[in-house]
């Protein structure tokens, strides 16, 4: 699991938790089922039986993989519509091509991510690179749906490229643990993605028998994903393992632990925490579409098939089903 490595020890370090902190304690732990999404990509559902309340500003994540593919195996999504959300779209091991109808893409590759605010409306399409389809190799990676808030959710579209090495890097008090901020602010650390809904990102990696304790701002949620390896989350030292979910109550801040033994794959606990500024607000999902009333999506729904929310460009990537990577020009 590559995504994004460091010295620990030449890093800097994030400040002790003072005693009095009050820590949040777990609230449930849920375990993701398993999955298929785009054109036949193992996913696990993240959020899956978790009330939309603990979850706010959040919708929807799926990790996606881990896996390992045979030449030939590699799949991504077809084009696809999106509009009322920001999605986020985070490569641990492998590498996706993103495109979309307002001229966004890019390459996600080790440790980046792609930060897609749908708002008004946007058509994209996530597809594996031809020379992957041609060797197969490791897929892993996360993808993150965020909420935006009914008076933003016509925003113009915009896309952002966080590469790997923009992340923004630093280590728990006693160097037992990698932190790689994302998006917002975590322990003073601020990760380089741009949000319109005030949110935490960050990607842990802890190695075993090690702790990480971060303050956790008071008035955001907290969530604990273990994308590999085992440990405990809150002052209850909970047991969590990978694919298991973690929601937190109220507090000043949050620990995680990994088990002093790891298996041999992975040989610590890689853990996403994320957290937000609830909204508070109606939320009528219908597959990609998350609006605030019934009326908006069905509206929605009418706007994509009167192409209102974008046109494929002539350029465009088609998905590895229809032949592999390749320009609608070739």
């Known amino acids: 699991m590559p995504a994004v490595s460091a010295d620990l020890l030449t890093l800097p370090r994030v400040a002790a938790v003072p005693a009095a902190s009050r820590q949040r304690r777990v609230r449930s732990v849920t375990t993701a089922p398993q999955g298929y999404e785009g054109e036949g990509f193992p996913v696990r559902r993240a959020f899956a039986g978790v009330d939309l309340r603990d979850l706010d500003p959040f919708i929807h994540m799926d990790q996606m993989g881990e896996v390992d593919y045979a030449?030939?195996?590699?799949?991504?999504?077809?084009?696809?519509?999106?509009?009322?959300?920001?999605?986020?779209?985070?490569?641990?091991?492998?590498?996706?091509l993103h495109q979309d109808s307002h001229g966004g893409g890019g390459v996600i590759t080790d440790g980046g991510t792609q930060w897609m605010t749908a708002g008004a409306g946007i058509l994209h399409i996530e597809t594996p690179p031809e020379e992957?389809?041609?060797?197969?190799?490791?897929?892993?990676?996360?993808?993150?749906?965020?909420?935006?808030?009914?008076?933003?959710?016509?925003?113009?579209?915009?896309?952002?490229?966080?590469e790997g090495g923009s992340v923004a890097l630093t280590a728990s008090s006693d160097a037992g643990a990698l932190l790689r901020v994302i998006a917002g602010e975590v322990a003073g650390v601020r990760g380089p993605g741009a949000t319109h809904t005030p949110i935490a990102v960050a990607h842990a990696t802890v190695l075993p028998g090690a702790q990480l304790r971060l303050p956790w701002p008071t008035g955001f949620n907290a969530l604990v994903y273990v994308l590999a390896g085992e440990g405990t989350v809150g002052p209850e030292r909970r047991p969590v393992r990978t694919g298991q979910l973690a929601v937190l109550g109220e507090g000043d801040d949050l620990t995680v632990r990994a088990d002093a033994t790891q298996d041999a794959r992975h040989p610590a606990l890689e853990v996403l925490l994320l957290g937000g500024q609830p909204l508070r607000e109606p939320v009528v999902q219908y597959g990609p579409f998350v609006m605030s009333t019934r009326a908006e999506v069905m509206k929605a729904f009418e706007d994509y098939q009167a192409g209102r929310l974008g046109t494929i460009p002539a350029d465009a990537l088609l998905p590895h089903g229809a032949g592999g990577v390749r320009s609608t020009e070739d």
């Open 132 to 162: 992957l389809v041609m060797s197969g190799g490791l897929f892993h990676g996360v993808q993150l749906w965020v909420n935006l808030p009914r008076a933003q959710k016509m925003t113009q579209p915009r896309y952002q490229n966080l």
């Open 71 to 96: 030449p030939g195996e590699p799949k991504g999504t077809p084009w696809h519509p999106h509009r009322g959300f920001e999605t986020v779209t985070y490569m641990i091991d492998g590498t996706f």
